[in-house]
């Protein structure tokens, strides 16, 4: 079983929109974590927030965490063609990796 | 940078033949991982390794065996390939600390017939 849900499951959209993903959780975090995942290819890690911290950002990357409602969000601002992918939250800590089932973002010209 | 590497990165196997995954990591991290990957799933832990020498069943283990023959090399092995294992698997490796990443291999699609 996962333990990151990601929402939507899917989500398609215009260049230059943003793109809003979620992330809930069962269980307690160190930190959570963002992935993409281009078609074919390995994750790649985008973004980690620890369990302390409220919100982060990272170029068009905005991250928020609220341990209270045990859920995250990924924000991805001004979409290119080149964020379409798959997007997969992690919880983790201390070497262990948990993850989501994913949200698969397609951007159109 | 290389990274990590497996190998292959394809392979089509028949029903109840063996074969051994590989993986190899350069960036001297402690642990390493393979987890699975099948459409609407995410990734499934299969097996890990904290250090060399130590491996522990994740969560989907049945039909796999792992080997860490040292600090960089971790391999998958399937026994017995059953169709119920076609997916498309995924090395991967990190340091062991309260706040770090994990590093993914490009992944080796398998298909059992």
């Known amino acids: 079983s996962q333990q990151g849900e990601e929402d939507p499951q899917a989500l398609s959209i215009q260049e230059g929109e943003n793109a809003t993903m979620n992330c809930s959780y069962k269980t307690s975090i160190n930190n959570l974590q963002w992935y993409r995942q281009n078609s074919g290819r390995g994750l790649v890690h985008l973004i980690l927030i620890r369990s302390n911290e409220r919100e982060k950002h990272s170029g068009r990357l905005r991250v928020t965490l609220d341990t209270s409602k045990k859920s995250s969000s990924l924000l991805i601002t001004a979409s290119r063609a080149a964020d379409t992918a798959s997007y997969f939250c992690a919880r983790a800590g201390w070497g262990k990796f948990q993850f989501g089932a994913g949200t698969q973002v397609v951007v159109t010209p | 940078n290389a990274g990590v590497t497996q190998t292959p990165k394809f392979q089509v196997l028949k029903t109840g033949q063996s074969m051994t995954l590989q993986c190899a990591q350069d960036m001297n991290h402690n642990s390493m991982y393979w987890y699975r990957q099948d459409p609407g799933m995410g990734l499934r832990l299969i097996y890990y390794s904290a250090s060399e020498g130590t491996t522990d069943k994740g969560e989907v283990p049945n039909g796999y065996n792992v080997s860490r023959l040292n600090k960089r090399e971790f391999s998958l092995r399937l026994e017995s390939a059953a169709p119920s294992q076609t997916s498309v698997y995924f090395c991967?490796?990190?340091?062991?600390?309260?706040?770090?990443?994990?590093?993914f291999g490009q992944g080796t699609r398998l298909t059992v017939v």
């Open positions: 991967a490796s990190s340091w062991t600390g309260r706040d770090t990443e994990a590093f």
